[in-house]
């Protein structure tokens, strides 16, 4: 017999543990499996790249890309759910929105604002997006080990479905106002989702700049961008030992 497959994911029965790592960036999740023991590809298709991998203390972890946004994610995150998963981690990067978080920081959101429309057919827009405590718990302990005090954030991040906003907006001043530590495009409706579906779920963000100081935008060739900063790379070195790290410390 055949075996049926997701048609995006192009995964099938056995091969989504219960606990998945989802990375916007397809070139992060080999590097996610990697940090692990004994990775091993899954599938390749449409730029979801899915791995296998086992922590330390040999948990079995999924890791699959989201891609950008909640539309890509919602595909990515309603196909690992049928092949049940459980408990879905965010492993990210972020903007600053907060004065004080800076490149190469890394914040941990318990709730995140829904400032997009895919989580909507989840639950309207007056039920809140909140991270798991357990899991949002494990996250930030886990973190604090591995990073200075100042370079740790926690509080309630923005979920934008829009990356070059119109300057007209007033929007960056309200949340800036409301004191939210940064800006990013998935963590609502994961939380959102989560609930809904009777999951667990959390993130952690490395941060790529700060939207009122270093912006990211166009630049030349020869300049680092992105996870080719210095900054940034070990920001997400530790996120991502941090994630493993809380997998073992919920599921042992």
Known sequence: ?????????????GDVEEVVFISG?????????????????????????SYRAFTPKGVPVTVTTSGIGTPSTHIALEEV????????????????????VNSGDVVVPYA???????????????????ASPD???????????????????TGICWTSDIFYELRESDRLALWTKLKVKCIEMESSLLFVFAHARGLKAGSIL?????????????????????????????????????AIRAVDALFV
Do not use: W
Request: charged share 30%.
């Open 1 to 13: 017999m055949k075996r049926r497959i997701q048609p995006h994911l192009r995964l099938g029965e």
């Open 25 to 49: 960036d397809p070139n992060r999740v080999p590097l996610i499996a990697s940090r692990m023991k004994d990775a091993s590809e899954l599938a390749h298709y449409r730029g979801f790249l």
């Open 81 to 100: 759910t049928t092949l049940g998963a459980k408990c879905i981690i965010r492993v990210g990067t972020c903007g600053g929105v907060h004065p004080k």
């Open 112 to 130: 995140a604002v829904r400032d997009e429309l895919t989580s909507t057919n989840y639950a309207p827009i007056a039920f809140p997006a909140a």
């Open 135 to 153: 899991v949002y718990s494990a996250l930030y302990a886990e973190i604090q080990k591995l990073l200075p005090r100042k370079r740790v954030h």
């Open 206 to 242: 490395a941060c790529d700049g700060n939207l009122y100081r270093d912006p990211k935008g166009e630049q030349e060739e020869s300049e680092p961008s992105g996870e080719q900063n210095p900054q940034l790379k070990d920001a997400l070195e530790k996120e991502i030992e941090a």
